[in-house]
């Protein structure tokens, strides 16, 4: 595979995977709303941050250790069930009208206290992250197809590495982003019941999806015995 391959082919692989619904998306809209479009460009940045991580244990040759049984049931269960407190967290805060002041917020982008921004960069930076890493479908994409694209890149050393994870890179960003701002941009014209029902179901959907994952790995725990 040739270089500009590499490139190409990542870029266009993470868009479908970028585009698929799953918790990343859903946390994306939640956080659009609350905190404008820029969520979409941190979030992005904490979910690049947990795939460095993730290549760099590729490169020093863990991705084997990685793949083991019991590395699945784990990641299922505790991963569902941290995605499982967050779809009920968006759920509670959608009941309980904490989210309502988000359609008048100025958030990360507005004109608001430095305070508020800085902890809303860092607690959408930190959602990024953990979503990822919460997300079992992202960890078996990356122990399957991309660790055979990472062991393609290395033959070109460290600018096949760079230029895979470039693509893979600004295909998430371009698209998060992308969600973002079409999100923030057509909030003004929702109003607080639509905007509720549009939480309720990122919320929801987060909750399926935990209890999908944590069904998954309960499963492979059980074929450890």
């Excluded at 698929?20 to 479009?37: F, Y």
Aim: contains cysteine; neutral net charge; glycine residues 14%.
């Amino acid at each position: 595979m040739e270089l500009t391959l590499i490139f190409l082919t990542s870029f266009l692989i993470a868009m479908s995977g970028a585009m698929m619904p799953g918790p990343m998306l859903a946390v994306t809209v939640k956080e659009s709303l609350q905190e404008g479009w820029p969520a979409g460009v941190f979030i992005s940045i904490g979910h690049g941050l947990t795939e460095v991580l993730l290549i760099g244990l590729f490169v020093l040759g863990l991705g084997r250790v990685l793949q083991a049984q019991w590395i699945s049931a784990v990641v299922g269960v505790a991963g569902g069930l941290v995605l499982l407190l967050m779809g009920f967290n968006i759920i509670t805060g959608v009941v309980k009208g904490k989210q309502d002041l988000a359609l008048t917020g100025e958030g990360v982008s507005g004109t608001g206290g430095g305070c508020h921004q800085q902890s809303a960069f860092w607690r959408i930076l930190g959602a990024g992250i953990v979503v990822s890493m919460a997300n079992p479908t992202w960890i078996i994409w990356w122990l399957t197809i991309g660790m055979l694209y990472v062991t393609q890149a290395l033959k070109f050393g460290w600018v096949g590495i760079g230029l895979f994870y470039s693509g893979h890179f600004l295909a998430d960003f371009a698209w998060y982003v992308l969600v973002a701002v079409l999100i923030a941009t057509g909030k003004k014209f929702l109003s607080v019941p639509v905007y509720r029902w549009i939480m309720a179901v990122c919320g929801l959907l987060v909750v399926v999806l935990a209890l999908l994952f944590t069904f998954q790995g309960f499963q492979a725990a059980v074929q450890l015995f």
